[in-house]
Nanobody, 118 residues
Framework: EVQLQASGGGLVQAGGSLRLSCAASGFSFDDHHIGWFRQAPGKEREGVSCISSDDGTTYYVDSVKGRFTISRDIPRSTVTLQMNSLKAEDTAVYYC???????????WGQGTLVTVSS
């Protein structure tokens, strides 16, 4: 069974940090681009960060550059999103996402809620 298990969300004050983890199972981890999306109340889901399947190139939306860091542990099939200097506008449900590099077939994990109090 294909699974993406997200964890690490919670409540933090502005300026604080959280680390999200996405544990993958049931598919070939290193053949997939893995990323994080988020959806704030009343807003559309947006891509936050991604790490490519081939060489581990990372991508970030402008609003999190310099504050968030994505990394992967291939043997453990885990992707981590380290979030520092959190702002109230980072409040959202964060979703882990995987996309097969060859076909674009993708799937989602369940969300984890991040709440940043100002």
């Amino acid at each position: 069974e294909v699974q993406l298990q997200a964890s690490g969300g919670g409540l933090v004050q502005a300026g604080g940090s959280l680390r999200l983890s996405c544990a993958a199972s049931g598919f070939s981890f290193d053949d997939h681009h893995i990323g994080w999306f988020r959806q704030a109340p009343g807003k559309e889901r947006e891509g936050v960060s991604c790490i490519s399947s081939d060489d581990g190139t990372t991508y970030y939306v402008d609003s999190v550059k310099g504050r968030f860091t994505i990394s992967r542990d291939i043997p453990r099939s885990t992707v981590t999103l380290q979030m520092n200097s959190l702002k109230a506008e980072d409040t959202a449900v964060y979703y882990c996402h995987a996309e097969y590099w060859m076909t674009g077939v993708d799937f989602w994990g369940q969300g984890t809620l991040v709440t940043v109090s100002s």
